[in-house]
């Protein structure tokens, strides 16, 4: 019997994944999307094997086996925020009731305790903060998506999962190829943190088990599954693979990091940090030595070249970033038995390398 | 427009120029674009005439509109800047040009990648002789398509693939640092193609050419871009001393990779660069403003410079992988 589900969020780049482990499953799928011109840009490869449909036809569905969901709200004015978050939930819920889904299976992320884990990642309900409207909307969403799912007897799946990594990743791999390339920073010197990760393909392995899984035993599980199979890894590990097929020469820029706030000590040396800023960079005498036209530039007062002999200053915008780079705190898988990862973390690397050598971020010139 | 355009020349308003008009076929958006720019009039594209009160039009429609509506500015004597591409084919620009040339009058295109600092340092960097001997140029630039378009142009219009759209601007940031801008006698030939689809508007395009121009010799180009998936971000230049790296995005300086340093290359200095996007933005405006004041006054942005770009464009989006 051919099991249907129902995607909601079908363009974002794990749901692509998952649709594609879904589809060699033998699944038939229905991807939902607001957005037909992006679903069309997206969902290219699977465009002859998935139904597209916008929200108000996937109510329409009938006898479909679950519904899982990958959209969140990510951009809106303050005012519409909560609005649009509740509506997209309630399009979901609403969506598994009317085509008489037998689960929901919601993925949300681990930035629920805060990027930093701030708060301890227990696989249970978490409290609303207010703060940051990426947190704040996946915080939104699971109470919402938990509370009209319960009151539907819906058993139910919140898939909390650790940074995705894997070939094109936004956020894990690509973000940090551009900043070797660009030499900025990839994490704050001596405070490598822990990865947290999960590797794409398994995340989509996993969601094609819980939405096999038998009700019983989902139900007895409890709706929080925590998904980082490659959480204690640190940073350095990840990026090591990406630099060796960038082909780039040295380590990975890595930034001085901030005074910690607190003892006068503390707050003197970031005084003495700030007045050392200007010594961040080494005018490149000596390359101008070597090279010709470094010296007539320089004598032309027509550019200043700069060896970088150390980190540069950080910058605000990178902050966010660094800080994630840094997070000492370990977010544990809790996942159904007797689900084990297909891919591990060698064999991830290598493909992420691959995937990087590919993407124009080699710094080697390529042979002939 | 609305986006880029409309806040610098507000911000201008008061010192270079001043807006008269905004048209839209969407009167709404013209009425939005108006008020926040104080111009006077709003409404649907209207015929013009010699003696209607303006030293310029300003045209940001989907591409295969640029020819239409600047034929119609040219034909009443004014001045015109147009969104990138230029247009839609290098035909098409030299018929502009050629009007232009006849009415005296001036045609900008709005690439302001040209003038960001790193692109700028990045031209000055090669023409020194830095690299050496060129040997290999990549412009790469992709990422997911992850925003709401007005309309489904990206994917039903021929020319709103991603070729037109971040290919020109990324072939050009290339095309400009090596200065081929300025050169008469560049050859090239597209030796190799892949799209997906195979057919425009492509979402995805890999495109490997061979150029040949009096100051490089020849060298290799290849050029990657993808609105399905990310990409490195920017143009690398390999020669023979290293190999030089200017990111897509904003950026204050290009990264020298030579000998075993890693040389972060800054302004000497002359003046004052753009601290952002924004201010790139900003600058352009100002130099069209300039230009228009002043017929003689050379600039970056003049539609002379774009006649080699929209060749390579004309070349990629023809061409059908193999």
Known sequence: VTRKAIVFGATNYVGGWTIRALLDAGWEVVGVSRNPALASILLQEYEDRIELVDPVEAKRQDDASAVLNFAYVKEADMEDFYRLNRSLIDAVVDTAVASRAERVVHTSTLAVFGYELNVTPRPAYVRWRSGDPYVESKILAEHRLLRRTTRSGLPTAIVRLGNVIGPGAPSWVAEPAQRILDDRPVGYQDRDGLSNATYLENVADYLAFVLDAPRESLEAFGPYHHLAELASHRWAEVLEPIARAMKVEGRPTRATPPARAGSPVTALRGRVSRGRAGGYFRAAFGVAGRFEWVRRAVDRGRVRPWELTRPLPVRPEDEGFLRIMSVPRRFPSHVMAPWTPKVDFEDAGRRIADWVASAGYSLRLPPG | ?322
């Not at chain 2, 004597?77 to 040339?101: C, N, W």
């Not at chain 2, 219009?157 to 640092?177: C, E, R």
Request: charged share 20%; with cysteine; proline share 7%.
């Open chain 2, 1 to 322: 427009m609305q986006r880029l355009h409309a806040p610098a020349l507000r911000l201008l308003g008061d010192s270079s120029s001043s807006v008269r008009g905004c048209f839209d076929v969407d009167l709404e958006n013209a009425r939005t674009v108006a008020e926040a720019t104080s111009a006077t009039v709003a409404g649907p594209p209207a015929a013009v005439g010699p003696g209607d009160p303006v030293d310029a039009a300003i045209i940001a429609t989907p591409p295969e509109a640029h020819a239409e509506h600047a034929q119609r500015y040219l034909s009443a004597a004014k001045h015109v800047f147009v969104e990138k591409p230029a247009t839609i084919s290098a035909a098409e620009l030299d018929q502009l040009r050629e009007l232009a040339g006849r009415m005296g009058r001036r045609i900008f295109v709005g690439h302001f990648r040209r003038l960001f600092p790193s692109v700028q340092i990045a031209r000055r960097l090669v023409s020194l002789g830095a690299l050496g001997r060129l040997v290999r140029v990549e412009a790469t630039e992709g990422f997911r398509w992850d925003w709401e378009p007005r309309s489904n142009y990206v994917v039903e219009s021929p020319y709103g693939g991603v070729v037109h759209d971040t290919g020109s601007h990324l072939i050009d940031m290339a095309v400009f640092i090596l200065a081929l801008d300025e050169e008469p006698d560049v050859r090239f030939e597209l030796t190799s193609v892949e799209k997906t689809p195979a057919s425009e508007p492509s979402q995805h395009c890999e495109a490997e050419l061979t150029l040949e121009s009096p100051r490089h010799g020849a060298f290799v180009a290849r050029v990657m871009l993808s609105r399905m998936g990310p990409l490195a971000m920017g143009v690398k230049i390999w020669g023979e001393n290293g190999v030089l790296f200017i990111p897509a995005r904003f950026a204050a300086a290009p990264v020298l990779r030579t000998a075993g340093h890693r040389l972060l290359v800054s302004e000497g200095g002359q003046g004052a660069a753009p601290a952002s996007m924004w201010h790139s933005v900003v600058r352009m405006h100002e130099e069209f403003a300039a230009a228009v004041q002043d017929p003689h006054r050379d600039t970056v942005l003049d539609a002379r410079r774009f006649s080699l770009l929209m060749r390579i464009l004309d070349e990629i989006w023809a061409a059908t992988p193999a």
